[in-house]
């Protein structure tokens, strides 16, 4: 377009001597298109002469001041070469493919696709108005056409054929209302077999040991699915599941208690111990890391250690579930910069079979 634009003016310019100086004019344009020639010529005397774009400005320029009669003499191209190359130069004011302006709409933002298919990954039933609704919600301007676009190009299936969550998903999901129920024995010092009940909340890994006895009756085993209930408190109302084996302490007393609550029992399998493997895990946690350590008197003892190892479990122990944080802050962010560690205090759990280690404030 500038091209064309500097020959315009060059044409206008040109013009002004030929209207004033009529008679000498022809001849000086001729002078001026014999020396432009000979120029050209002389830059390729080894090779065929080859006319550049801004070769071709000057003869289409000039042309305009000889008589059509004589161009055949003066030029030395064909009068339709000259004025191809005046319609070429002329066109190109009218060439837009240089100009770097986009036409349509803007470009949607790199950060704006990414939220769409994150909202449609942690939503799989979402189809492309309702993420638009989210969106929208949230403050970002985008049309529902454009959110069915991201996700075509991403080979996301339409809603609700959209891949599902994954496994890890599903199963966390369904850990948010399930507390696992088994028994472990204590073999104390004389050789007496003691039992406690274990039950772990699958979401948050909390453990509640409710009672230890000798003679774990059908009857007994009540009192510690009460005692659940009442630690349960306030969060009962989410718990749905307390998966549990064919032990004969289980019985119909002992179910009632979470029926009444709102609570399914679900039974495993005989000699299934994988289907609650949850429950089965921490009771080796607790054997590994406190009672093959202590040698444990009697009941009142059994009943010390299970308390102060739940403790140290609910509130100190990190746990990979958790993000390396202990249940009773499952739901906090741990704290993974110390600028200026200070002194190191190590707190003894059971005698120092555990140490709990912090920073003095």
């Known amino acids: ?16 001597p ?20 000979n120029a050209v010529l002389r830059r390729q005397l080894a090779g065929p002469v080859r006319y550049e774009p801004a070769d071709r400005f000057w003869p ?11 161009w055949g003499r003066v030029f ?8 191809a190359w005046h319609r070429r130069l002329i066109a190109k004011r009218w060439d837009y493919s240089d100009r770097r302006r986009r036409t349509g709409r803007p470009p949607t933002a790199a950060a704006l696709k990414k939220l769409v298919l994150r909202l449609a990954q942690e939503n799989p039933q979402w189809g492309h108005r309702r993420i638009q609704g989210e969106l929208t919600r949230l403050g970002h301007s985008i049309a529902p056409s454009t959110v069915w676009q991201i996700l075509h190009a991403a080979g996301a299936d339409p809603a609700p054929r959209r891949t599902g969550p994954s496994w890890r998903e599903f199963l966390t999901v369904q850990a948010e209302g399930i507390v696992a129920a088994d ?4 073999d104390t010092i004389t050789g007496k077999r003691l039992y406690a009940p274990a039950f772990l909340e699958h ?9 230890v006895t000798a003679h774990p009756t059908a009857k007994w085993a009540v009192q510690p699915a009460r005692n659940l209930t009442a630690d349960l408190g306030t969060r009962v109302g989410p718990v749905r599941f307390v998966p549990r084996d064919h032990d004969s302490k289980y019985t119909e007393p002992f179910d009632a208690v979470f029926k009444a609550e709102g609570i399914d029992v679900l039974l495993s399998a005989p000699r299934a111990p994988r289907m609650n493997a949850h429950c089965e895990r921490v009771i080796g946690t607790i054997r590994r890391e406190a009672l093959d350590h202590v040698l444990v008197m009697n009941q009142a003892h059994a009943r010390r250690v299970l308390a102060e190892y739940q403790h140290h479990y609910n509130a100190h122990r990190p746990h990979r579930s958790q993000d390396q944080r202990p249940p009773e802050a499952a739901h906090q962010q741990p704290d993974r910069s110390v600028s200026t560690p200070g002194k190191l205090l190590r707190t003894r759990i059971l005698g120092g079979v555990i140490n709990q280690y912090q920073y003095v404030a």
């Open 183 to 186: 028994f472990f024995h204590i």
């Open 60 to 70: 289409a320029a000039l042309s305009s001041l000889i008589p059509r009669c004589d």
């Open 76 to 83: 030395p191209v064909t009068p339709g070469t000259l004025l």
């Open 203 to 211: 979401r948050t890994r909390k453990l509640h040991i409710t009672g």
């Open 18 to 37: 030929g209207v004033l100086l009529r008679r000498n004019t022809a001849k000086d344009a001729e002078l001026l298109v014999l020396r432009h020639e």
């Open 1 to 16: 377009m500038i091209i064309s634009t500097v020959y315009r003016i060059t044409r206008a310019l040109l013009s002004v």
